[in-house]
């Protein structure tokens, strides 16, 4: 496998991709004594993500509101979407991790890889060539983004769920509802967890906008935010 096969094209500055791909498990030693890995491409990487799946979601659904956008794009963006689109593209053969990580186990580790290649195709080309990329390797045809996009997965109950597992309280407080000049209406919907705020969601009803707003929390507990950690923290005290 190699750099061309998973990208479709030759890099410019190989030591990008080199680095995305190697997992902190294995750093790169530099002649200063730095440790380098891809977490800082994989910053880089998931803004740029982002940016590039609302685009694409914004031209391919003329016709919808932002809260299906929303959701669609936290439906592509999420871990375990990642995952699978970086192992199609041939992307787990790539990493560069010690021994003692098991990929199957820890397949994380190629979504987060995906958005360290996003965020080194970005470095190395430019915005429009990391547009392309999404566009020719990752969906290489609209039903494949409208399958991902379009998943009804039920956000709250997994939520609830985890709520429930770590001994949590969840509520999901309207805090706002509009009409437009066409009379359609818009709800704004908040999520605390513990009291503390953690995501809002905007849908045509009440019940997408739970939605949409614990798919965003989903997301947060996945990528394990600050936020997430301090609730969690919180509720179980360290005994003295």
């Not at 030693?29 to 910053?43: I, M, P, V, W």
């Not at 041939?90 to 397949?107: A, F, P, S, W």
């Not at 470095?123 to 060539?129: A, E, R």
């Amino acid at each position: 496998m190699s750099f061309f096969n998973v990208l479709g094209f030759y890099p410019r500055n190989i030591d990008y991709y080199l680095l995305a791909v190697r997992h902190k498990s294995n750093p790169l030693q530099t002649a200063k004594g730095l440790s380098l890995n891809n977490e800082r491409l994989e910053f880089l990487g998931d803004s740029v993500l982002n940016s590039l799946i609302s685009e694409i979601l914004y031209q391919s659904y003329p016709d919808e509101q932002e809260g299906f956008l929303t959701n669609a794009r936290s439906n592509i963006v999420k871990r375990e979407t990642l995952n699978e689109l970086g192992e199609k593209i041939g992307l787990h053969k790539m990493l560069v991790v010690t021994r003692h990580i098991d990929l199957e186990k820890n397949n994380n580790i190629c979504g987060n890889a995906l958005e360290a290649l996003i965020g080194a195709i970005y470095l190395d080309y430019g915005y429009m060539k990391c547009l392309e990329f999404v566009k020719k390797r990752l969906f290489i045809s609209f039903d494949m983004l409208k399958k991902i996009a379009e998943d009804n997965e039920n956000y709250k109950s997994k939520l609830l769920e985890w709520c429930q597992k770590n001994k949590l309280e969840a509520e999901f407080r309207l805090v706002a509802e509009t009409t437009g000049a066409d009379n359609q209406h818009t709800f704004h919907t908040q999520l605390l967890i513990e009291g503390m705020k953690i995501s809002t969601g905007i849908g045509t009803n009440k019940k997408e906008s739970q939605q949409n707003a614990s798919s965003e929390a989903l997301l947060q507990i996945d990528n394990k935010t600050m936020i997430i950690q301090q609730i969690i923290d919180k509720s179980n005290p360290k005994k003295e």
